[in-house]
């Protein structure tokens, strides 16, 4: 006498799918008895290594070039690709509307403009107070010579009217090596041409 | 956690597992990268020197040879370079600057005078600044380090 298979008659009590829902794709997997694996491991050395990279290119791009001018959405700077390495020294910025140094404003560009005088008078004072404050320092015991550096940060639409009475100005109170500070920038395709050919 | 386990071969129990602690080094990475990208600087800036003509100062008392006196005007309609007692109109191409065709005219003088060093530039008071740092960067370009800047006469 053949036994009956029991497997099929006996089951674990609870919820269980009918036939069909249990072939199902989406709701079978509900019902579905297999041990889901909850433990996921976060692949750590990529992530170092993305890390090590990541830190590297940074330091390597890291300048302090950046802390010698202030940054300000007034002045768009010109390009330029026959540049130097910026230096620190009084920092004269030129917007459209205002001659500020180092962060004090001391004139409005269109009085400037309006002006018939080569020289702009705040400015200038301001320069000299510079120069003695560097003057007073260096008999104090600081270190370093007054080399007559400034540094020029002007919006690249400013006439050349201000940027003249600016430079008047610098040279008069004694100032007399001027920089443009510019933008590096690539030099065009057509001049490049050019010294290829020459 | 990583970690290395050595097998020391005998017979010892003393423990050779090392354990590199990998948090506080990303922990480290995470804030340097932080750092570096909130004080990264992405433009980078360089300056142009000149000097103010006449009455710049002359830092090189050597001997210098005579050169050609050498003076680039900028203008409304375009650049005018004279070289001595020659003078060469290179006008504007539409509304910008010729400078392409400036650079080759001031190569062709310094191939021309290859002790020639100092170049005016002269700008009218109307010529934007970008102009003029432009031109200022051409001579550069050119080999004519001493650049001096000065207004246009007339």
């Known amino acids: ?198 | 956690m990583a970690g290395v386990s050595l097998d020391s071969g005998g017979g010892g129990k003393k423990s050779v597992d090392l354990v590199i602690p990998l948090v506080p080094m990303i922990d480290m990475l995470a804030m340097m990268i932080t750092f570096l990208m909130m004080t990264a600087v992405w433009t980078e800036i360089g300056k142009l020197q000149v000097a103010q003509a006449p009455s710049g100062p002359s830092d090189t008392p050597q001997e210098q040879k005579p050169t050609l006196t050498l003076t680039l005007t900028l203008t409304e309609r375009g650049y005018l370079l004279a070289a001595g007692p020659e003078s060469i109109e290179i006008p504007k191409k539409g509304e910008e600057y010729d400078a392409a065709e400036l650079v080759k005219k001031l190569k062709a003088i310094k191939k021309d005078n290859p002790d020639q060093r100092a170049i005016t530039v002269a700008a009218e008071d109307s010529v934007e600044y970008q102009s003029l740092v432009l031109a200022v960067d051409k001579c550069l370009e050119a080999q004519l380090p001493d650049v001096s800047v000065t207004a246009a006469l007339g």
């Open chain 1, 1 to 198: 006498m053949s036994r009956p298979n029991l497997e099929n008659v006996i089951v674990k009590p609870g919820k269980r799918p009918g036939k069909r829902l249990s072939k199902s794709k989406v709701f079978g997997a509900k019902f579905s008895k297999g041990k889901k694996v909850t433990n996921v491991e976060l692949n750590l050395t990529s992530m170092i290594d993305i890390f090590v990279l990541m830190v590297v290119f940074l330091i390597q791009q890291f300048s302090a070039d950046g802390d010698l001018l202030f940054m300000t959405d007034k002045i768009k700077m010109p390009e330029a690709a026959n540049y130097e390495q910026l230096e620190r020294a009084p920092v004269i910025q030129v917007s459209n509307e205002a001659i500020t140094i180092e962060g004090a404003m001391v004139a409005q560009v269109d009085d400037v403009a309006r002006e018939e005088l080569w020289n702009i008078q705040s400015l200038e004072e301001k320069l000299r107070d510079q120069k003695k404050a560097f003057d007073v320092l260096r008999q104090a015991g600081a270190t370093g010579e007054f080399k007559g550096d400034i540094n020029i940060q002007a919006d690249r639409k400013v006439p050349f009217k201000i940027i003249k009475k600016v430079m008047y100005s610098a040279n008069q109170a004694g100032y007399f090596n001027i920089n443009f500070a510019v933008i590096a920038g690539s030099a065009p395709a057509a001049a490049a041409d050019e010294g290829s050919e020459g």
